[in-house]
């Protein structure tokens, strides 16, 4: 089968293309630095000819306002080109309470990517992942202060990217959901728990302060970013941990 992996060089896309392929798919990466821009729409046409299946994979450049600008262009570009290829089944990246969130503007953007699939012609899957285990880093960076990390006691359900990106590819070589597929780490945290133990981990001196309106998370209330119910993925925290120290 045919799969065009929109954003396929980036940390999920090049795993999902290498996992497609890997079964035995034909899983073309495309991106900007492959001539395929979703905002202008060149290459896009290129890019998904042929292609009974696209993932797309791709992100906005920053996560304020001008985010759903972003995802409105590219998916209304994306939706169309598809339609006009008979692209048969069209799956999107999303995120576990995205809907549930809407002081944030990033997750009111991805709010509306799924919006602009739901209501498009193409048959459809949304894969919602909850937070990825790589990207705590940034989640502590951004609320360091000196030797103080201050973080909300938000609960958050950790997953690896490689385990993000088997359940992207496991979808797009299915059949269309034409709803929305949860996956989650195994593991509950409260945000400020999951600082400690990952700067414990490394031997970090700093110290995490609980800070309820502390960073992009501060705005999140309740569990909304968690999911017991969803397809929960195998790997743990610490053993993530553990192998990037390795």
């Given at each position: 089968?045919?799969?065009?992996?929109?954003?396929?060089?980036?940390?999920?896309?090049?795993?999902?293309?290498?996992?497609?392929?890997?079964?035995?798919?034909?899983?073309?990466?495309?991106?900007?630095?492959?001539?395929?821009?979703v905002?202008?729409?060149?290459g896009?046409?290129?890019?998904?000819a042929?292609?009974?299946?696209?993932?797309?994979?791709?992100?906005?450049?920053?996560?304020?306002?001008?985010?759903?600008?972003?995802?409105?262009?590219?998916?209304?570009?994306?939706?169309?080109?598809?339609?006009?290829?008979?692209?048969?089944?069209?799956?999107v990246?999303?995120?576990?309470?995205?809907?549930?969130v809407?002081?944030?503007?990033?997750?009111?953007?991805?709010?509306?990517?799924e919006?602009?699939l739901?209501?498009?012609?193409?048959?459809?899957?949304?894969?919602?992942?909850?937070?990825?285990?790589?990207?705590?880093?940034?989640?502590l960076?951004?609320t360091?202060?000196?030797?103080?990390?201050?973080l909300?006691?938000?609960?958050?359900?950790?997953?690896?990217?490689?385990?993000?990106?088997?359940a992207?590819?496991?979808?797009?070589?299915?059949?269309?959901?034409?709803?929305v597929?949860d996956?989650a780490?195994?593991e509950?945290f409260?945000?400020?728990e999951?600082?400690?133990l990952?700067l414990?981990?490394?031997?970090?001196?700093?110290?995490?302060?609980?800070?309820p309106?502390?960073g992009m998370?501060?705005?999140?209330?309740?569990?909304?970013?968690?999911?017991?119910?969803?397809?929960?993925?195998?790997?743990?925290?610490g053993?993530?941990l553990?192998?990037?120290?390795?």
């Amino acid at each position: 089968m045919k799969i065009a992996v929109i954003g396929g060089t980036g940390l999920i896309g090049s795993q999902v293309v290498a996992r497609l392929k890997d079964a035995g798919h034909d899983a073309v990466p495309h991106a900007l630095s492959t001539g395929t821009d979703v905002i202008s729409g060149e290459g896009v046409d290129e890019a998904l000819a042929g292609a009974e299946v696209v993932v797309n994979l791709t992100n906005s450049p920053t996560f304020d306002d001008a985010s759903p600008a972003f995802f409105r262009t590219s998916m209304d570009n994306l939706v169309a080109a598809a339609a006009r290829n008979g692209v048969g089944h069209f799956v999107v990246l999303s995120i576990v309470g995205v809907d549930q969130v809407p002081e944030l503007d990033y997750y009111r953007a991805k709010t509306l990517q799924e919006d602009v699939l739901k209501a498009g012609p193409v048959p459809y899957s949304i894969v919602r992942a909850t937070q990825f285990m790589e990207f705590v880093d940034a989640i502590l960076s951004w609320t360091a202060d000196g030797d103080t990390v201050r973080l909300p006691a938000t609960p958050i359900q950790p997953i690896a990217a490689a385990d993000v990106a088997a359940a992207v590819a496991d979808v797009a070589a299915g059949a269309p959901i034409g709803g929305v597929l949860d996956v989650a780490g195994p593991e509950v945290f409260a945000l400020d728990e999951l600082g400690r133990l990952t700067l414990a981990h490394r031997s970090d001196p700093r110290t995490v302060v609980t800070d309820p309106d502390a960073g992009m998370f501060g705005a999140v209330r309740g569990d909304v970013l968690t999911d017991l119910g969803a397809r929960l993925a195998p790997t743990r925290y610490g053993d993530w941990l553990d192998r990037k120290a390795a």
